[in-house]
């Protein structure tokens, strides 16, 4: 009874041992191919492309570990995804909002660049070109050596960038433009009717943004006098004193802007440098009667 006693006992204190010994710790091991990604705003469209970096390492790229003809995850590991948070064009072409699956299959001469709707694939190797959203052409340029692959956001202006591949010597340019002046203007027509009645800040930054760049004068009009019906102030009334002379009418511009001028000497909360230009414009078009 002793020996027994004291195997039952040696077998709970070995599965006691053993339940105590800790689970195995998790960890991550870093990629060959490092995950990284760029973004862009264009106006107030948001563009971002996540990919991962492979290296040249000493390796024929073109036309050998990247095969010409053959679609390419664009990278490594997971395809590369590009999103837009609006509508765009892409080397002319629409490009609805949203995340894609970029897929390029390259060439010697000519690259085509595709847009796909399987924006979670690994690799290329079920890719279909059947859920293609865009397909586009473009011309490969020689470049500096870059040894990690490497995307680009390049010759920003107010409407449009031009999206770059860099690897190895080439690089692969992506024309994108955005109808920022279109996309604001729908917007606006949006939130100025959602405003409250006692608002008058939507309406006037809608017929401010309209008339500064010269965008349907109608909605300039209409959005202006709404601000100016709400709230008479310096801003209101400069406003529509801008409108009348872009309109020819000079005298009614000048009544306008006096006006403007003295509403805002009398308001604490106008500084000098707003009212400068105001009074500049002014003299500008009283020299013109």
């Given at each position: 009874m002793r020996v027994r006693h004291?195997?039952?006992?040696?077998?709970?204190?070995?599965?006691?041992?053993?339940?105590?010994?800790?689970?195995?710790?998790?960890?991550?091991?870093?990629?060959?191919?490092?995950?990284?990604?760029?973004?862009?705003?264009?106006?107030?469209?948001?563009l971002a492309v996540k990919y991962?970096?492979?290296?040249?390492?000493?390796?024929?790229?073109?036309?050998?570990?990247?095969?010409?003809?053959?679609?390419?995850?664009?990278?490594?590991?997971?395809?590369?995804?590009?999103?837009?948070?609006?509508?765009?064009?892409?080397?002319?072409?629409?490009?609805?909002?949203?995340?894609?699956?970029?897929?390029?299959?390259?060439?010697?001469?000519?690259?085509?660049?595709?847009?796909?709707?399987?924006?979670?694939?690994?690799?290329?190797?079920?890719?279909?070109?059947?859920?293609?959203?865009?397909?586009?052409?473009?011309?490969?340029?020689?470049?500096?050596?870059?040894?990690?692959?490497?995307?680009?956001?390049?010759?920003?202006?107010?409407?449009?960038?031009?999206?770059?591949?860099?690897?190895?010597?080439?690089?692969?340019?992506?024309?994108?433009?955005?109808?920022?002046?279109?996309?604001?203007?729908?917007?606006?027509?949006?939130a100025v009717a959602a405003a409250?009645?006692?608002?008058?800040?939507?309406?006037?930054?809608?017929?401010?943004?309209?008339?500064?760049?010269?965008?349907?004068?109608?909605?300039?009009?209409?959005?202006?006098?709404?601000?100016?019906?709400?709230?008479?102030?310096?801003?209101?009334?400069?406003?529509?004193?801008?409108?009348?002379?872009?309109?020819?009418?000079?005298?009614?511009?000048?009544?306008?802007?006096?006006?403007?001028?003295?509403?805002?000497?009398?308001?604490?909360?106008?500084?000098?440098?707003?009212?400068?230009?105001?009074?500049?414009?002014?003299?500008?078009?009283?020299?013109?009667?």
């Amino acid at each position: 009874m002793r020996v027994r006693h004291s195997l039952l006992l040696a077998a709970a204190l070995t599965a006691s041992a053993t339940l105590a010994v800790p689970a195995r710790a998790d960890f991550k091991t870093p990629r060959a191919s490092q995950n990284a990604g760029v973004t862009q705003t264009i106006g107030t469209t948001d563009l971002a492309v996540k990919y991962c970096r492979p290296g040249v390492k000493g390796r024929k790229i073109w036309g050998d570990l990247v095969p010409y003809d053959k679609p390419w995850r664009t990278g490594a590991n997971e395809v590369t995804t590009f999103s837009t948070t609006d509508d765009i064009t892409v080397e002319g072409q629409p490009l609805p909002a949203g995340t894609y699956g970029l897929v390029t299959i390259p060439g010697a001469d000519q690259w085509t660049i595709v847009f796909s709707k399987q924006k979670d694939m690994w690799g290329a190797f079920t890719y279909d070109p059947k859920q293609d959203q865009l397909r586009v052409t473009v011309k490969p340029q020689p470049t500096e050596m870059h040894e990690w692959m490497l995307f680009t956001f390049d010759y920003t202006t107010a409407d449009a960038c031009e999206l770059a591949l860099r690897w190895e010597k080439l690089r692969v340019p992506v024309k994108i433009h955005v109808d920022v002046n279109g996309k604001v203007l729908g917007d606006a027509r949006a939130a100025v009717a959602a405003a409250k009645p006692d608002d008058w800040r939507t309406p006037y930054r809608a017929a401010s943004f309209a008339n500064d760049n010269d965008l349907s004068p109608a909605d300039a009009a209409t959005w202006a006098a709404a601000a100016l019906k709400v709230k008479e102030n310096f801003a209101t009334v400069s406003l529509m004193a801008k409108l009348a002379k872009k309109a020819g009418n000079t005298k009614e511009a000048i009544e306008r802007m006096t006006k403007a001028i003295a509403l805002g000497k009398a308001d604490k909360d106008v500084l000098a440098e707003q009212i400068a230009p105001m009074e500049k414009l002014l003299a500008d078009w009283s020299a013109q009667k």
